[in-house]
């Protein structure tokens, strides 16, 4: 499947938000998630489904002014 | 003492977290500056990356409340979803409102900002919009149901300081009761006690602080200086007059010739 993660193309075999983030070895309760420019809670990532194309933001705290 | 979205503080300073030498550093200045509010953003977090973690960990360490920004978006629907995204990971309705509007001066869009503090008060955030001194504008903020105001007084990060001070005594007037902070274009503790002499409740810092030799002894500095300037607008000060007035009574005094 194609999906664009923070702004770059990949090819990942993930059927959930989840899926995607255990393979990335994305972890910590700081990260907040976006499918198509919609925020995926932190409780919905394991029934969100994921589609060719999808594109996935996933941020996390950093110092700001 | 300043009360924001009905959460006293005890400090009228709020301190950015972003370009410190260190990240011991930046505790340190926090400490000193004795402030109760930190500012925080989000970035993309790199795939097996724990840069966001660490960071995270400092921040509660801190003990202080977090202000998170949607600084660097320039379209409302950017910094509705960065907002929505940041009380995520902070837990907290509070949103520091940035909508850019120009790449040089980092002026904010405030057609954009009235339109993306209507979207987020609707979906409960306590919106702190950094917007300019436009009166126009401030009304529209409040309309939209923001309950705080943060003008600017410079271009942030560039140290010039209130460049538009009868612009900034209009809005105290002409909003006596909204909670009025100055955010950006601070440079020194003086600029942050002009600004408190006229009435504001409080001073948002990054750079000049962050920027300085020693940021925890600047971070101390701005502090005194930010309460000087409270006081002494409660305490009433004199006007500035043309004649000099001598301070020493004359009745009584000697005559030698």
Same mark, same amino acid.
């Given at each position: 499947m194609k999906l664009t993660i923070n702004g770059e193309e990949h090819e990942f075999p993930a059927a959930t938000l989840a899926d995607l983030l255990a393979l990335l070895d994305y972890e910590?309760?700081?990260?907040?998630?976006?499918?198509?420019?919609?925020?995926? *809670?932190?409780?919905?990532?394991?029934? *969100?489904?994921?589609?060719?194309?999808?594109?996935i933001e996933v941020l996390s705290p950093m110092q700001g002014g | 003492m300043p009360q924001f979205y009905g959460t006293e503080l005890r400090s009228r300073l709020l301190l950015g977290t972003a370009r410190y030498p260190s990240p011991a550093i930046l505790a340190e200045a926090v400490r000193r500056s004795n402030t109760d509010i930190v500012t925080v953003s989000l970035r993309r977090e790199t795939a097996? &990356?724990?840069?966001?973690g660490a960071f995270f960990e400092l921040i509660r360490e801190l003990g202080v409340r977090v202000l998170p920004n949607t600084a660097g978006c320039h379209s409302v629907s950017e910094a509705v979803l960065t907002a929505k995204m940041a009380r995520e990971v902070f837990s907290t309705d509070w949103i520091k409102l940035e909508v850019i509007?120009?790449?040089? +001066?980092?002026?904010?869009?405030?057609?954009?900002?009235?339109?993306?503090?209507?979207?987020?008060?609707?979906? &409960?955030? #306590?919106v702190f919009p950094y +917007?300019?001194?436009?009166? /126009?504008?401030?009304?529209?903020l409040l309309e939209a149901g923001c309950k705080v105001l943060m003008p600017w007084c410079a271009p942030i990060g560039s140290a010039m300081g209130p460049q538009n001070v009868p612009g900034l005594r209009a809005m105290r007037a002409e909003f006596p009761d909204v909670p009025l902070i100055v955010d950006a274009g601070i440079g020194r503790p003086s600029h942050a006690a002009t600004v408190m002499e006229l009435g504001y409740d409080?001073?948002?810092?990054?750079?000049? /602080?962050?920027? !300085?030799?020693?940021?925890?002894?600047? !971070? #101390?500095?701005?502090?005194?200086a930010i309460e000087a300037g409270h006081t002494a607008y409660h305490a009433g000060m004199l006007e500035p007059r043309d004649m000099a007035v001598?301070? +020493?009574? /004359?009745?009584?005094?000697a005559v030698f010739s």
């Open positions: 910590g309760d700081w990260l907040a998630t976006a499918v198509n420019g919609e925020l995926v *809670h932190a409780a919905d990532r394991r029934t *969100h489904l994921l589609n060719d194309n999808d594109r | 097996g &990356g724990r840069s966001g509007g120009h790449q040089d +001066t980092l002026q904010p869009d405030v057609f954009g900002l009235v339109e993306a503090a209507r979207i987020l008060t609707g979906e &409960g955030f #306590e +917007t300019t001194d436009d009166l /126009v504008v401030a009304e529209r409080a001073v948002l810092l990054n750079t000049a /602080v962050a920027g !300085a030799a020693d940021p925890a002894g600047m !971070a #101390e500095a701005f502090a005194k001598p301070s +020493t009574p /004359v009745i009584g005094k």
